[in-house]
C-alpha cells in the first residue's frame, strides 16, 4: 500500500559544502540517499515529493575539531509497504521447483509450491521451466496477480511470500 | 519397585470381604502374622474340628484383652445368625483371618453354652449334623486355606499398610520395620541382569522346596547389580540362589534395618515400558544409534523384535568378507563396524542382493516381500532383528523427521503417524517445548479439547494458564484454564514469521507457507528451502531478526579460513554445522571448530579486474563470459576468485564461485560510498567539481543533429572489432551502427568506434569530437580574427612567404582574381579549420591554427562532408584530392591545375610550399567552393565583404 509520509534524514556535511550550493547539494544528496531505499519500518521509499522546495533547516555544526555540521532535512515520500492480505500483480523473475519469485516493483515475493494450486505442475522440461496447468503457464516474465500472505521486515530489506492458491489470482 | 508379589488371587479377595477389622488390632494382627506357625497345626485342624475351637478359644483369651463389652456385644449380636451363614465364608472366616477366628470363636463357646442350656436332644442332633458337614467342607477347601495361611504370613504385615489411610493417629514411626521383621539381603549380581534374575527367583520361590522362607525378591533401578531378598534366614536365600547364572553368591549384604525405608522408599522410575511401536534406538553394534521401531516383544521382556532400517553393502565391502571367511564358521557378533565407515541406511533390495551376493539369500517369499539374507530377516525392505532389551536406548528417543521419512518410504501410504511419534517423545519434547505470555494454542487433549486460547502465564514448566478464546461457542470464552504442557498445541497462521527452536533444524527462520493438522511447512530465510516441523518446536520470530544468520563467531555470507589452502564462504550457517563453498567449488559442511578463523577482508579493498581488465568490485553485477553464464551480484573476492549471489540459481542458496577471469562486468554498483570516513574534497565540493565535468558539458553542448550520424565508422573494441558499418542512429554516448556484414544495427559505445575520415583513414571519437568543436570555435572566432592581421598572420606560414604580412585584405585579392572573384571564399577559408586542417600537411599552417597537421580538422571537416556532399563536392572529396574530380566540379580549372601547384605558383611565387600541400589542393579548392557550409556563417561573409 502506498502511503505519503513524512520523514526526515540527518545530513552531516564537511565544511568544504559550506556555501551558496549548500542548500542544493543537501536536497541532492537527500534525494541520492533516500529515494528507492528501503526500511523495514515504513517499506520502499519510492519517491520524494516536492523535492525543489525542501526544508533543510539550520545545520548544526557538530562538536569537535571536524568541523562537520549536521541538518536535519524534513521531507515528504510516498512510500510502499507491502501488507499481508493485499493483492498486487507482479512479474516472475524466477522458476524454480520449490515455487517461484515474482517482482512488485522493488519487492521481491517468493511463491512457494505450496500455495500454488494443485494442478499447477512444475515443468522442468519447459522451456523456460514453468508451472502449468491446463490452460495457465507461469515461467519468468509471466504476469501474474498474488496475495501476500506473510511479510519479514528486515532492517534495511523486506521479504514477503505470496499465494495464487485463491480465486482470481493466478497469471494474468 | 519391580518386586514379585504372590497375588492373593481371589480367595483373598474374598477375605478382604470379610474382614472386620478394627484399628485397634492392626499391632495384634502384625505379631500373628509373624509369627511362624507350626506345620503341626494343619494336621490338627484334620484330626479334630471341634478341638479346634478350643485353641481358638485360648488364642482369644490371649489375644481379644483389648476388647470392650459392647463391642463383644456386637459380635455376639452378630454371630447369631452365624448358623445360617454360608459355610464358605464361614470357613474362611475362622479360618483365614485370625481376628475374625477369634470373633468367631467366641460366639461359637458363647452360643455352645446358650445351646447347652436351653436346647433339648432333638436340636442337638442336628446341630451335630451340620457340624459334620461344615468339617468336612472345611477339610475341602484345606488346599486353599493352607495357600492363604502362607500368603497370610508373608504378606500378614501389608494389611498394616492397608488401613495407613484410615488410621490418623498412628505415628509413622511405629509403622517402621523393626528387628522383628525379616532380614533383607542384597546380593550382588551381573550387572543389567537384575530383573532377569528376579523373574528366575520368583519362580524357584514358588516351585522349589524350601524356599518358603524367602518373603519377597525385588531390584532396585537406582541400585544397580543387585538383586535384594527378603527372608528370615540367610540359609533360604542361600537355597533360592544356589546354581543360578549371574549371581555372585559370595557377595552378599545384609541391608541395615535403618535403610529399609531408603530402600524401599518409592522413586519415580524413568523406565518406560516399551509398547510395539515405539522408538528406541539400537546401543551397540552396527546399528548403533539407529532409529528403530518395536515390533513385538518377546515373551520373558528381555528381547524386541524391532524394525530397522538395513545398513548393507550387499558383500561388496572386504571387512566383511574377510570376516566370514577367517571364522569359516557363522559369526555371531558379526563383522566390526566403526559408526564412521558402514553402509548408509537404505532400504534391503533384493535386486541387489540377488546381484552382488545371492549365496547368502536364502528364504525368498516375493509375494510378501519378505527374505532372509546373510541369517536376517527383511520384510518390504526392512530388516527386522531381535534385540536385547538391554541393548537398546528407550528413553528419550527423538526420532528425526528424515528417520520417520525412512522408515515411512517403505510403506508408501501409511504416511507419518505423528501420534505414535508424539506418545514416543513426549517427556523429551516437554522439556523442549517453551510457551510464551501471548502464544496462541489449542488444547488437543482432555475436555477442552478443540479449544484455542491464548497463553497468559507458563508458572510452571508443565502447566500453563490459557486464556480460552475465539471459540465457537460464546460460553466458554474469556475463561482462564489450567492445561498440562503435553496436552497443548501452538497454533500459526499462513504468513507468520516463526523460528524454530528446537530439533535438527532449530535455529532456522522462516515464513509458514502450509499448515497440516500437526505439521508446519515453512521457507527458511536462509535457504529458501521447505522444513516440515512440529508446531510445538516454533516461535514467533520477532521481526527485524538481523542477528538470525550469526551463529557463534560466525555469520552467513562470512569469508572463513577453513585451512591454510582452504577459503570459504559461509552459504548457510546452522547451529552446529556450516555449509562452505570453496574457493574450488565444493560445497563443505564443517563443524565451527574446524574454521580455523574469519577472512578479515576490508570491503574497499575487495577488488579485482574482469577479463577486460575493468576493476571489479563487491556489489558490481558480473556475468559469466563461458560456461553457464549465470549472472551475479558479487558478495565477495578473494584473489582471484568472485563469490557471486544470483537469484536464478537454486543449488547453494544461489551462491557460486568463478574465477574473476571468465567474468564480464555487467553494471558498477552505483554506490554511494559513505565520503565522510575519508573525506575526498575534490569528489565532495561541488565546486571543485565544476572544472573537471566542463569538458563533457561542453561536449554536450553541441546542438542539433548528431555530429556522427551517417560517419563511416570501424569497431575498434569488442566483438564487433574490426567490422566496418555507418552510423544510423546515436544517443549520447551509444551510437547505432549499421554493420556492413551481418547486415544489422548493434548499439556500441562513441568511443569503441574509429572514425573513417577519408578512405583508409580513421580517426578516434575523441580526435573527431575535438576537431568538430574546434572548427565550431573557429566559426565562432571568425570575425574578430579577420578584423586582426593577426589571422592572417596565421596564414604569414612560411609557405605563404611574406605574403602573409600584408593585410588579408591586400592579399585577397590576388586569391580572389584567381577564382574569379571569389575572395571571400579565401578570406574566410582562411580563418576556418578547414584551411587549418588543409594546412595540416603543411607544417606552416598546422603552427598557424596550434593544431596543425592534426588529423581532426580533417574529421571536423568530415563532420561537414554532409555538407559536402550536398554541394555535390563530395565525390570530389572522396577522390582524395583528385584534381580531375575539382575539375568535373568545372568551379576551379585553375585550381586543378593549381593542384598541380601551377596557378599557386602564379599568385604568389609560393609554389613550393603550395606544391608541399599539393595533394591538398582540393582543401583549397573546398574552401573556395560556395559550400552551404560556408554560407552558413553569414557574420562571417558580412565581416569579409566589409573589408573589401
Given amino acids: 500500500m502506498f502511503f505519503i509520509k513524512d520523514l526526515a534524514l540527518n545530513l552531516t556535511l564537511h565544511p568544504s559544502y559550506f556555501g551558496p550550493q549548500m542548500n542544493q547539494y543537501l536536497r541532492q544528496k537527500l534525494l541520492t540517499d533516500v529515494e528507492g531505499t528501503c526500511t523495514g519500518q515504513f517499506g520502499y521509499i519510492i519517491c520524494v515529493l516536492d523535492s525543489m522546495s525542501i526544508d533543510v533547516g539550520k545545520g548544526k555544526v557538530i562538536p569537535g575539531n571536524s568541523g562537520y555540521a549536521e541538518f536535519e532535512v524534513k521531507y515528504r515520500a510516498v512510500v510502499w509497504k507491502p501488507f499481508k492480505g493485499e493483492v498486487v500483480d507482479a512479474v516472475v523473475s524466477s522458476v524454480n ?12 515475493v517468493f511463491i512457494s509450491k505450496h500455495l500454488i494450486p494443485n494442478d499447477m505442475k512444475y515443468t522442468p522440461s519447459h522451456t523456460p521451466p514453468a508451472y502449468i496447468s491446463d490452460d495457465q503457464v507461469i515461467m519468468k516474465g509471466s504476469r501474474v496477480r498474488i496475495k501476500i500472505i506473510g511479510t519479514r521486515a528486515d532492517v534495511n530489506s523486506i521479504s514477503a511470500i505470496g499465494s495464487i492458491k485463491e480465486d482470481f489470482l493466478g497469471p494474468l | 519397585m519391580s518386586g514379585v508379589k504372590p497375588d492373593p488371587e ?30 503341626g497345626q494343619e494336621p490338627k485342624h484334620e484330626d479334630d474340628g471341634l478341638d479346634d475351637l478350643e485353641d481358638e478359644d485360648d488364642d482369644e483369651d490371649d489375644e481379644d484383652d483389648g476388647e470392650d463389652e459392647e463391642e463383644s456385644l456386637r459380635v455376639r449380636k452378630k454371630s447369631r445368625a452365624n448358623r445360617f451363614l454360608d459355610v464358605e465364608a464361614e470357613v474362611d472366616n475362622d479360618e483365614d483371618e485370625e481376628e475374625d477366628d477369634e470373633e468367631v470363636a467366641q460366639f461359637q463357646r458363647e452360643f455352645v453354652d446358650d445351646q447347652q442350656e436351653g436346647v433339648d436332644e432333638a436340636l442337638g442332633a442336628d446341630r451335630l449334623h451340620r457340624k459334620l458337614d461344615r468339617t468336612r467342607e472345611r477339610l475341602d477347601e484345606q488346599d486353599a486355606q493352607e495357600l492363604a495361611d502362607q500368603f497370610k504370613q508373608r504378606y500378614g504385615r501389608s494389611a498394616s499398610t492397608r488401613y495407613m489411610g484410615s488410621t490418623t493417629n498412628v505415628s509413622q514411626r511405629l509403622l517402621l520395620p523393626s528387628v522383628d521383621d525379616p532380614l533383607i539381603w542384597g546380593i550382588r549380581v551381573r550387572n543389567g541382569k537384575e530383573k532377569e534374575i528376579v523373574k528366575t527367583l520368583y519362580a524357584r520361590m514358588l516351585n522349589k522346596k524350601g524356599t518358603s522362607e524367602v518373603y519377597s525378591i525385588f531390584q532396585r533401578d537406582n541400585f544397580i547389580g543387585y538383586v535384594y531378598i527378603e527372608a528370615r ?6 537355597r533360592i540362589i544356589e546354581g543360578l547364572p549371574g549371581i555372585y553368591a559370595s557377595n552378599k549384604v545384609l541391608v541395615p534395618i535403618e535403610e529399609y525405608p531408603d530402600l524401599l522408599r518409592p522413586g519415580k522410575s524413568d523406565e518406560i515400558q516399551l509398547q510395539p511401536g515405539a522408538y528406541v534406538r539400537v546401543k551397540v553394534g552396527k546399528y548403533k544409534g539407529d532409529l528403530g521401531i518395536v515390533d513385538n516383544l518377546a515373551e520373558n521382556d528381555l528381547e524386541a523384535r524391532i524394525k530397522l532400517i538395513p545398513r548393507l553393502d550387499y558383500g561388496r565391502s572386504s571387512t566383511q568378507s574377510v570376516f566370514e571367511s577367517a571364522d569359516g564358521e557363522k559369526k555371531k557378533r558379526g563383522p566390526f563396524y566403526n559408526s564412521k565407515f558402514r553402509p548408509p541406511q537404505r532400504l534391503f533390495s533384493e535386486i541387489e542382493a540377488t546381484q552382488y551376493d545371492s549365496e547368502h539369500l536364502s528364504t525368498a517369499k516375493r509375494d510378501r516381500g519378505y527374505y532372509i539374507y546373510r541369517n536376517e530377516e527383511y520384510i518390504h525392505g526392512f530388516l527386522y532383528k531381535d534385540v536385547k532389551i538391554s541393548q537398546l536406548e528407550t528413553k528419550e528417543i527423538k526420532p528425526t523427521l528424515q528417520e520417520i521419512t525412512l522408515f515411512n518410504s517403505g510403506d508408501g501410504s501409511e504416511g507419518i503417524d505423528l501420534q505414535s511419534i508424539a506418545t514416543s517423545i513426549k517427556d523429551a519434547s516437554e522439556k523442549a517445548i517453551q510457551f510464551q505470555t501471548d502464544d496462541r494454542v489449542e488444547i488437543v487433549s482432555g475436555e477442552q479439547s478443540k479449544m484455542k486460547g491464548k497463553v497468559v502465564a507458563a508458572t510452571d514448566a508443565k502447566i500453563i494458564r490459557v486464556l480460552l478464546e475465539g471459540n465457537q461457542e460464546s460460553g466458554v470464552n474469556n475463561t482462564i484454564v489450567e492445561v498440562p504442557v503435553s496436552g497443548l498445541r501452538k497454533v500459526f497462521l499462513t504468513g507468520d514469521h516463526v523460528t524454530v527452536i528446537h530439533g535438527v533444524h532449530s535455529e532456522e527462520s522462516g515464513l509458514i507457507v502450509k499448515i497440516e493438522d500437526n505439521q508446519v511447512t515453512l521457507v527458511s530465510d536462509q535457504t529458501k528451502k521447505d522444513i516440515t516441523v512440529f508446531p510445538n518446536y516454533l516461535m514467533k520470530s520477532i521481526d527485524s531478526s538481523t542477528t538470525s544468520s550469526q551463529i557463534g563467531r560466525f555469520e552467513l555470507h562470512q569469508m572463513v579460513q577453513l585451512n591454510s589452502m582452504t577459503v570459504g564462504l559461509i552459504i548457510k550457517a546452522e547451529k552446529e554445522v556450516f555449509t562452505v563453498l570453496c574457493t574450488d567449488g565444493r560445497v563443505l559442511q ?44 558479487i558478495l565477495h573476492i578473494y584473489r582471484s576468485f568472485l563469490f557471486l549471489k544470483s537469484k536464478d540459481v537454486s543449488e547453494n542458496t544461489g551462491i557460486f564461485v568463478v574465477s574473476s577471469t571468465d567474468v564480464q562486468t555487467i553494471s558498477n554498483k552505483g554506490s554511494i560510498v559513505s565520503a565522510f570516513k575519508t573525506p575526498d574534497l575534490n569528489k565532495m565540493n561541488p565546486d571543485r567539481l565544476m572544472p573537471p565535468p566542463a569538458a563533457p558539458i561542453a561536449a554536450a553542448r553541441f546542438s542539433g543533429r548528431d555530429i556522427t550520424l551517417n560517419q563511416h565508422v570501424s569497431v575498434r573494441k569488442g566483438p564487433y572489432k574490426g567490422k566496418k558499418g555507418i552510423i544510423k542512429d546515436a544517443n549520447g554516448e551509444v551510437a547505432r551502427v549499421e554493420m556492413h556484414n551481418p547486415a544489422k544495427i548493434t548499439p556500441i559505445n562513441k568511443s569503441d568506434l574509429l572514425f573513417e575520415l577519408r578512405p583508409g583513414t580513421f580517426i578516434a571519437y575523441e580526435q573527431f569530437l575535438e576537431s568538430y568543436r574546434v572548427r565550431r570555435s573557429g566559426f565562432g572566432g571568425a570575425p574578430i580574427t579577420i578584423g586582426g592581421g593577426t589571422s592572417h598572420g596565421g596564414y604569414s606560414t612560411p609557405g605563404y612567404g611574406g605574403g602573409s604580412r600584408r593585410s588579408g585584405s591586400s592579399f585577397t585579392p590576388a586569391h580572389g582574381g584567381e577564382q574569379g572573384g571569389k575572395t571571400p571564399a579565401w578570406s574566410s577559408g582562411g580563418k576556418t579549420p578547414a584551411w587549418s586542417s588543409a594546412g595540416g600537411k603543411t607544417p606552416g599552417w598546422g603552427s598557424n591554427m596550434g593544431n596543425g597537421g592534426k588529423t581532426p580538422s580533417w574529421s571536423s571537416n568530415g563532420g561537414k562532408t554532409p555538407a559536402w556532399g550536398s554541394g555535390g563536392k563530395t565525390p570530389a572529396w572522396s577522390s582524395g584530392g583528385k584534381t580531375p574530380a575539382w575539375s568535373s566540379g568545372g568551379k576551379t580549372p585553375a585550381w586543378s591545375s593549381g593542384g598541380k601547384t601551377p596557378a599557386w605558383g602564379s599568385s604568389g611565387g609560393k609554389t613550393p610550399a603550395r606544391g608541399s600541400s599539393g595533394g591538398k589542393t582540393p582543401a583549397w579548392g573546398s574552401s573556395g567552393g560556395k559550400t552551404p557550409a560556408w554560407g552558413s556563417s553569414s557574420s562571417g561573409w558580412d565581416t569579409i565583404k566589409r573589408e573589401e
Fill in chain 2, 10 to 39: 481371589v480367595k483373598r479377595e474374598a477375605l478382604r470381604e470379610l474382614t472386620h477389622v478394627k484399628p485397634e488390632d492392626d499391632d495384634s494382627l502384625m505379631d500373628s502374622s509373624q509369627q511362624s506357625i507350626p506345620d
Fill in chain 2, 590 to 633: 564443517v563443524e565451527p571448530r574446524s574454521i580455523q578463523n574469519v577472512l578479515d577482508i576490508n570491503r574497499m579493498t575487495e577488488k579485482t579486474t574482469d577479463k577486460n581488465g575493468l576493476e571489479i568490485k563487491v556489489g558490481d553485477v558480473v556475468k559469466e563470459s563461458t560456461g553457464e553464464r549465470r549472472q551475479g551480484n
Fill in chain 2, 233 to 238: 534366614r540367610l540359609d533360604a536365600v542361600n
Fill in chain 1, 97 to 108: 521447483n520449490m515455487g517461484f519469485f515474482a517482482d512488485v516493483g522493488p519487492l521481491s
